[in-house]
């Protein structure tokens, strides 16, 4: 196929599935669960407005948001999912009340016959709309707004200090006067009710809810839709297709694949390491310490799962809650990971064209210190907001915790790390640029690297699209572009494109093939990735076409890095004779461990989670966290990891390095992660899976169930998983640091001898 209709083929995908992505953004704001401009009793008494409601969405933020428990199944796993919590605890404290009026006992020891006429009482009454679109108010009975009373009361004790609730703060991570103010818990109670309302009331003219009968509550006859189901099927039909007509393709298409013959001499010996190549080896060290320091936060926050108020005794919760650290760790984790990336870029540029532009290494410092201030800076800014030490709710949204996953640094952080990226593409293209404008295949990788890297800080600008009173569908929907498009989309196109070069460059790749499969690659994960996107959105108070589209999509999320990855572990092999590419072997192997990682954790782990009759019951529960550890660091960190030795290689020059550490850090971190899966986070999911679907998710997302004996011991046995984990980071980090002070390279000929017949031998 001709590199021309392989380019219209991507733009074709590019352009249809962003305008389709654009439109469902649309019908969501139409059609989104609306925000009353008065909650009222049948009285006329007003219970809430949609101030209260707004400023009570701040306070959430400023607590941790989303890092303290979760609201329509986005967030932490510890606390519960407060709209599920709330609806079913509303729900049985309106069923005791009717069956004491009525019959003068709780609702369960009342018969079967008793029971079914109250709960269908109960139905009605939750269930059915009552917001009047003419006067923006949502009129509530008097019992709902005693649940109300009842129930606000009741989240004041857990958010403040009420002793009798110590032993279950600590079981759900929140430290005592989480919310010390009593018109910030009023305006926090206003907030959860509205989300609540959301998941629990039917559409207008519809036997459905905001949010598509999510989350399952029996009580209610919360239970799948038809189209869940329906699309559900689809979905399976559609990945199982899509498969087939992807191996039948690359099984065709290899038969016109080139074929290779290594270089006998190391052809990256060549580059010439200019000014700005040596000056990204400070971004490495950074990479280092953040990976260190991510493991560290990691530790402490599963240890949060058993120990709520602690870590082995010592009262930590005290500087650092749960909140903080959960927050702390996954901003690390992505601000490690893009640093990376980034600096390979940055590496890689002035390699591509030996091309070394004016003030090229004042830009790469420059740019070093700028994304450090935003890294502390935004850590210090969630950390002082969730302390308390910031209140104003403005200073709070630029400068502490926004409160949504992945993306809780305040505006101003975000701001400035926008530029920054901006700032990284103008240094890359201009390096690039000379090479650009010369023909030849490698101008298509070319102009593909230069659109994926331009993609980044393009599709980061999603995080600014919303306000400090935006409607949570809206925040759901950008946030999703930011997570899904820019962490797991365009990065995966830089990163494809970044190893095109490497395989080529070394002669393990024909440009001809290396390009065609880019594109081709691209193309089909970009087909499926950018509507794929929807399958995060089922239950976000979206209309039934998203989840239709978002079943159908994500189950093409076909992972491109396989196919360049399975090319290049075949050239590896067997050209693996040649002396050379012994100084690559490391490197490669962490190559090799992402296509591994995109099967595994991005693949089966993430489609557990993707059609939308599985994420019904599993949304929020440790089947998420699984495929995030396993897809994160899997697929992304580990080709981080690739990424940082593969340019440290270059930056060592032709000093060959000692390799023990290397593999044993990268089978321990291949194994831990394993371990860390399979022996806790898997069965945990699967234990909570089934709780959700016998009971509710309330009850899987509970204190009462998270904390039975076996679910704690799952929770410890992770331990084992994690320390080999740990250690094989720890040996990454003693690695970095030993190419500094010089320990890490080989001395004499006789250790050169000795190391490559120990180390270097292919697995």
Not at 234 to 248: H, Y
Not at 672 to 700: C, D, K, N, R
Not at 721 to 742: E, N, P, Q
Request: hydrophobic letters at 50%; aromatic letters at 16%; one cysteine or more.
């Amino acid at each position: 196929m001709g590199y021309k209709k392989l380019w219209l083929i991507l733009a074709s995908v590019f352009i249809g599935s962003f305008i389709v992505l654009l439109y469902f953004g649309g019908e969501i704001y139409q059609k989104k669960p609306p925000i009353p401009n008065q909650v009222v009793t049948e009285s006329g008494d007003v219970i809430f407005t949609k101030k209260d409601i707004q400023d009570g969405q701040k306070v959430w933020q400023r607590i941790g948001g989303n890092e303290v428990g979760s609201i329509w199944g986005h967030g932490a796993y510890v606390a519960p999912d407060w709209t599920a919590d709330w609806l079913h605890r509303s729900s049985v404290w309106i069923l005791d009340t009717w069956a004491q009026e009525q019959y003068g006992d709780d609702y369960y020891s009342l018969s079967e016959e008793k029971q079914a006429s109250l709960k269908a009482l109960l139905k009605k009454e939750i269930r059915t709309n009552t917001y009047n679109p003419e006067t923006g108010n949502i009129i509530i009975s008097e019992i709902r707004s005693k649940s109300i009373a009842h129930m606000s009361g009741y989240y004041a004790s857990v958010f403040g200090d009420d002793p009798a609730l110590d032993e279950y703060r600590e079981k759900i991570a929140i430290p005592a006067n989480t919310v010390s103010n009593d018109e910030d818990m009023k305006k926090l109670n206003a907030f959860f009710w509205w989300a609540t309302w959301s998941v629990e009331t039917n559409r207008p003219g519809e036997d459905i809810t905001y949010s598509n009968n999510w989350p399952g509550e029996p009580l209610i006859d919360n239970v799948p839709t038809s189209s869940n189901v329906i699309w559900s099927v689809i979905s399976i039909v559609i990945l199982i297709a899509g498969i087939g007509a992807l191996v039948w393709y690359y099984a065709f298409q290899r038969k016109d694949d080139e074929t290779i013959k290594a270089p006998k001499m190391d052809p990256l010996l060549s580059i010439k390491q200019t000014p700005s190549m040596k000056a990204t080896i400070k971004y490495f060290w950074v990479v280092t310490a953040l990976l260190v320091l991510q493991i560290i936060l990691g530790v402490i926050t599963a240890h949060y799962a058993v120990e709520g108020n602690g870590f082995y005794g010592i009262p930590l919760n005290e500087w650092f809650p749960y909140s903080v650290t959960r927050t702390w760790h996954q901003q690390i984790g992505i601000f490690w990971i893009a640093t990376a990336w980034l600096a390979t870029g940055l590496y890689i540029g002035p390699a591509i064209t030996g091309h070394e532009p004016k003030y090229q290494r004042f830009g790469v410092n420059f740019l070093f210190i700028a994304l450090l201030i935003v890294v502390l800076g935004s850590m210090t800014g969630e950390w002082a907001a969730v302390k308390g030490y910031i209140t104003n709710p403005t200073g709070n949204f630029y400068f502490g915790h926004q409160g949504y996953e992945y993306v809780d640094l305040g505006r101003m952080w975000q701001i400035l790390l926008t530029i920054g990226l901006f700032l990284w593409f103008f240094l890359m293209a201009r390096a690039i640029w000379p090479a650009l404008k010369k023909k030849g295949e490698n101008r298509h990788l070319l102009i593909l690297f230069l659109l994926a890297s331009v993609a980044i800080p393009v599709f980061y600008v999603p995080g600014l699209m919303w306000g400090e009173t935006a409607h949570l569908s809206m925040v759901t929907y950008w946030r999703w572009w930011v997570v899904h498009l820019w962490v797991e989309g365009f990065f995966e196109v830089f990163a494809v494109a970044v190893l095109a070069f490497i395989f080529t460059r070394m002669g393990l790749v024909g440009t001809k093939i290396a390009t065609t499969s880019v594109l081709l690659s691209t193309s089909i994960f970009l087909f499926g990735g950018i509507l794929g996107t929807f399958h995060h959105l089922y239950f976000a108070g979206t209309p039934v076409g998203v989840l239709a589209v978002g079943a159908s999509f994500s189950a093409l999320e076909v992972v491109p890095l396989a196919l360049i990855g399975y090319e290049a572990f075949e050239n590896y092999r067997h050209s693996f004779a040649k002396p050379w590419m012994k100084r690559y072997k490391w490197p490669i192997m962490f190559f090799v461990s992402v296509s591994f990682w995109n099967l595994l954790g991005a693949g089966v782990f993430g489609f557990l989670i993707n059609p939308p009759i599985s994420l019904y019951y599993i949304q929020g529960l440790n089947t998420t966290p699984l495929h995030a550890h396993t897809a994160l660091f899997g697929v992304y960190g580990m080709l981080g990891i690739g990424l940082m030795l593969f340019c440290l290689r270059g930056l060592s020059g032709k000093r060959p390095w000692k390799t023990k550490l290397l593999r044993f850090s990268f089978w321990a971190l291949n194994i831990g992660l394993l371990l860390m899966a399979f022996t806790s986070l898997l069965p945990v999911g699967i234990l909570q899976a089934i709780a959700s679907i016998e009971h509710g998710m309330w009850y899987a997302r509970s204190a009462d169930f998270l904390n039975q004996k076996i679910i704690h011991n799952l929770v410890y046995f992770r331990a084992v998983g994690d320390t080999i984990f740990a250690l094989g980071v720890m040996g990454i980090a003693w690695f970095v640091i030993s190419l500094k002070t010089g320990k890490a390279f080989v001395q004499n000929e006789e250790e050169s001898s000795v190391n490559n017949n120990t180390t270097d031998t292919f697995l």
